[in-house]
């Protein structure tokens, strides 16, 4: 196929001479293009360069779709768009980027946003100043898990350690109350005391005022450790006064309902109380001034 130029009054023709018959490309099937081109015989179709955006351009158009009809394989180099084309393409697929940046980007760097920045870690004396709240509760969790692992040692050993030994069972009715005592108290006095203050700024301390599910995480705890507190209460008690003898294997499925969420409670209280949570919330000078 050989494309040449001819002047024809005022303006500028492309004759394609020798064109084999194909059907009619999409982008020439434009009404104005279908007309013009039944005037002349099909080996020389004339296409008015007013009919297309440029002279460059149909030339370009023309020659691929020539390219397209032979069987070399000259579809491996691509044609290379007009300069008007190219700058039209760049900003289009620009746009097209920056649009779905917007669209895909904007939500993650919102989040990225409100992430946290990362604080310097704490040494020395700085360190144990905002921990000093946890070290305080896990003294206070240390001495509830020695008498839980007394009690809890005690039942799995079953009836065979008691023996005839009535004073060994009677101290272990005495432990167990008083284990169950002192946990109720030391619970009272966080939710009295200490809960209250750091609710202020922590919402892990914050409660519905009604000890139900809108209450923090370790409030919750806590009304789940007092109802297996009071089913473990009622039978000591009832062993106690001789009501029924004790019984290891039921003093370890008292201890069994409610021990997993005890020990969870202790742990997870004390790394709230951690100095990486604290310094979120608290100067090291106001952690001092919190009761403990």
């Known amino acids: 196929m050989i494309l040449r130029r001819t002047s024809i009054g005022a303006g500028i023709h492309l004759v394609a001479n020798r064109l084999p018959p194909q059907p ?129 040692t005690a039942a799995c050993a079953g009836n065979g350690a008691l023996g005839k030994n009535k004073s060994r069972g009677r101290s272990l009715v005495g432990e167990g109350l008083a284990f169950v005592a002192q946990l109720e108290i030391h619970h009272n006095i966080e939710e009295t005391y200490i809960f209250p203050v750091l609710a ?42 001789g009501g029924q003898d004790l019984d290891m294997a039921a003093l370890k499925a008292q201890m069994e309902s409610w021990g997993t969420v005890l020990w969870t409670h202790l742990d997870q209280e004390v790394k709230t109380l951690g100095a990486e949570n604290m310094r979120k919330y608290w100067t090291a000078d106001e952690i001092r001034q919190i009761p403990m």
């Not at 070290?135 to 020695?146: G, I, P, V, W």
Request: charged share 25%.
């Open 24 to 152: 009619v490309p999409t982008f020439l099937r434009s009404p104005l293009l279908a007309t013009g081109s039944q005037q002349l015989p099909p080996n020389k179709r004339v296409f008015s360069t007013c009919l297309v955006p440029s002279r460059y351009s149909l030339a370009r158009r023309t020659h691929s779709y020539a390219a397209s009809m032979s069987s070399t394989a000259s579809s491996a180099t691509p044609p290379v768009d007009s300069p008007s084309e190219s700058s039209n393409s760049v900003a289009s697929s620009g746009a097209l980027k920056e649009t779905t940046s917007k669209d895909n980007g904007s939500e993650p760097c919102k989040q990225e946003a409100k992430e946290e920045k990362k604080l310097p870690p704490l040494k020395g004396a700085e360190f144990r100043a905002y921990n000093r709240l946890a070290e305080h509760m896990d003294l206070f969790h240390a001495h509830f898990r020695t008498a839980w692992n007394t009690l809890w």
């Open 200 to 241: 202020r700024r922590m919402p892990e301390f914050r409660s519905d005022g009604k000890g139900g599910k809108g209450a923090a995480e370790l409030l919750r705890q806590h009304r789940e450790i007092h109802d297996g507190m009071e089913g473990m209460r009622t039978y000591l008690r009832s062993c106690r006064e």
